[in-house]
């Protein structure tokens, strides 16, 4: 084996893909670009990092809810794009071309041109580690889409894209506890 840099160790673990966040403060809705995600438990507690770095960071800790959008492969130059501009100062959503759909529970849009969105609620903020605490409240999916791809973020300007699905669903049951 190679020795690798350990400021560069964060490119072999990637937590999941990347996502479009959306939140509406002051009257305006944004969308930033999250690569580091992660499910919490196997109900919908999510988290994300980002922090006072962020424009939308301020709607976040004010309105205490958002949106996690998932947009697949076709979507990976619109995502680069959003996650390269501030919301300051740009509208993203017409920038990119991004349709906003109405939420259900919260005052973030959906976007419909993303796989899935996942309405959320923030419930704790962790400012040592800039960890936003998510608790989705309703979500959707499209399964008209044909491309279902998720796109990771490697870290250092480089993605990976989802491949095939494998199944293995009867071998883990049989070995999950009972309940889950």
Known sequence: MESLPIGKAFTLIEPGPVVLVTTHAGGKDNVMTISWTMVLDFSASFAITTGPWNFSYRALQETKECVIAIPTVDLVD??????TCSGKDTDKFERFGLTREKARHVRAPLIRECLANIEC????????????????????????????????????????????????????????????
């Open 78 to 83: 619109t995502v680069v794009g959003v996650g």
């Open 121 to 180: 609620r923030v419930v704790d903020i962790i400012d040592r580690h800039s960890i936003v605490v998510l608790q989705g409240v309703a979500a959707y999916f499209d399964s008209s889409r044909k491309e279902r791809r998720m796109i990771h973020a490697v870290g250092d300007g480089t993605f990976v894209v989802d491949g095939r699905r494998i199944d293995r669903k009867t071998m883990m049951q049989s070995k999950l506890p009972s309940g889950l």
